[in-house]
């Protein structure tokens, strides 16, 4: 019964310049009969050819059609590489099956993986992010994850999740932006202000008790009142080393979380830092020995960093080493993290040692270190963990003050974090102390 209903339909949908053709050619195959009826059969022929070929003709271009449109959707999600690699942030994409479907350079740097088609758990450990992607991908739900990681330096990303659909194919759209410097500048500005008003609090004290005194029982009293401008002049010294060792240190972690890309020579960076503090060891009457290896040490390092790193460290051993004592300034190159161990703290059997400060990187990189050694009364093993927290002097514990800002450690341990290195120290009270930097050996041109 609904045959005749489904023929209709049809009939009603051909155009009329086919219903138009149609009639001609009957028309033309009615007077091809009364004329010649052999013509008119081969006029049958091949009007039923023409139609086969056209069948087929159509057939075939309705299977490329389907064909094309198959590929483009498998190949689809591949394609969109190019645009991520256009995007100036970190970005992924990823499947219904939570695997990497592309991606961009700065992706591949920044996480560590190469080829397409791994899991996102699997080069990712971020639960927040994974969850906020599957969402994506099965909700259509986008998010914003805001998360910290750790790994020697203190890192802060927002990842922007969004879905995507591309032809019947849905994915998740992962973005990541790097906050890191906006959150250092702000911890930089609280901790600086933080800082400076504590530290600041006891030579401005000394100061104004000084400038009272002076105005008041020593204002007749020459001797005492030159007695007394001496002393303002060692705290208005104290005040300003506070300040630029202050302002060192903020403009140190504003950048601690990029490692410097420059190449320099730690030898000669010994040298020009042991001429810079000829005089200081003069004065103190101090040797200080210098002993390199043969050639350059080409190291991967800011050379200005590199110079405070030497030149703190050797100014603490000539303040603690006595009249007549001598410091030793080494640099080595050395092979793997566990030979410049051996090599730069692991010299006094009996002292105390600790890593201050140790690299998160492959431990078979190769290294180069600098160690200062003094001649003092050595560090006891209690303090030895609290070496390079800011303003932490050994002595001020001892009772046995001898100036100084209590930063210059912590400015160390901070450049050899920046330059992704390590820092130790091993002492032995009544022999002295050694301080040891390691950053990474650049490779020889």
């Not at 194919?169 to 890191?180: G, K």
């Amino acid at each position: 019964m609904n045959r005749p209903a489904i023929l209709r339909w049809r009939l009603d949908k051909v155009p009329v310049a086919v219903w138009t053709a149609l009639l001609a050619a009957i028309l033309a195959v009615v007077v091809a009969f009364s004329v010649a009826p052999s013509a008119a059969i081969w006029m049958l022929i091949a009007i039923c050819a023409c139609f086969l070929a056209w069948r087929a003709l159509r057939e075939t271009g309705r299977t490329v059609i389907a064909s094309r449109h198959d590929e483009i959707e498998f190949v689809g999600l591949a394609e969109l590489g190019p645009l991520l690699e256009a995007l100036p942030d970190a970005a992924l994409l990823v499947d219904e099956n939570g695997r990497i479907a592309g991606s961009n350079v700065a992706a591949r740097r920044q996480m560590r993986f190469e080829m397409r088609g791994q899991y996102l758990s699997a080069i990712l450990r971020q639960p927040d992010v994974l969850e906020a992607a599957n969402a994506a991908i099965r909700a259509g739900e986008a998010r914003i994850v805001e998360y910290e990681t750790s790994n020697q330096v203190e890192r802060h990303t927002r990842c922007s999740v969004s879905p995507m659909t591309w032809g019947s194919e849905r994915a998740a759209l992962l973005v990541f932006h790097d906050q890191t410097a906006r959150f250092s500048t702000e911890r930089m500005r609280a901790d600086f202000l933080a800082n400076a008003s504590h530290e600041l609090r006891t030579p401005l004290a000394s100061l104004t008790l000084l400038i009272e005194t002076i105005a008041g029982p020593a204002r007749d009293n020459a001797d005492e009142r030159d007695r007394f401008l001496k002393m303002m002049q060692v705290q208005a010294d104290r005040m300003r080393q506070l300040i630029e060792d202050l302002l060192s240190l903020s403009r140190i972690e504003l950048d601690e979380h990029v490692p410097p890309s420059d190449r320099a020579d730690l030898s000669q960076v010994a040298r020009e830092s042991l001429d810079a503090l000829g005089g200081v060891a003069q004065e103190k009457g101090v040797t200080v020995n210098l002993h390199l290896p043969d050639g350059s040490v080409p190291v991967v390092g800011e050379r200005f960093q590199l110079t405070q790193v030497i030149q703190n460290l050797v100014d603490n051993a000539i303040k603690y080493t006595p009249r007549g004592g001598a410091v030793v300034v080494e640099v080595g190159a050395s092979g793997d993290r566990d030979d410049v161990i051996a090599k730069a703290a692991r010299r006094w059997p009996e002292a105390g040692r600790i890593a201050l400060l140790a690299p998160a990187a492959p431990a078979n990189r190769s290294y180069a270190y600098v160690r200062v050694e003094d001649a003092g009364q050595g560090i006891e093993r209690r303090f030895l963990p609290r070496l390079g927290e800011r303003f932490f002097r050994v002595e001020r514990e001892m009772g046995d003050e001898r100036g100084g800002t209590g930063l210059g450690l912590a400015i160390v341990k901070h450049v050899v974090n920046r330059h992704r290195g390590g820092l130790l120290v091993e002492s032995q009270p009544g022999k002295g102390s050694a301080f040891a930097a390691y950053v990474e050996l650049a490779e020889q041109e």
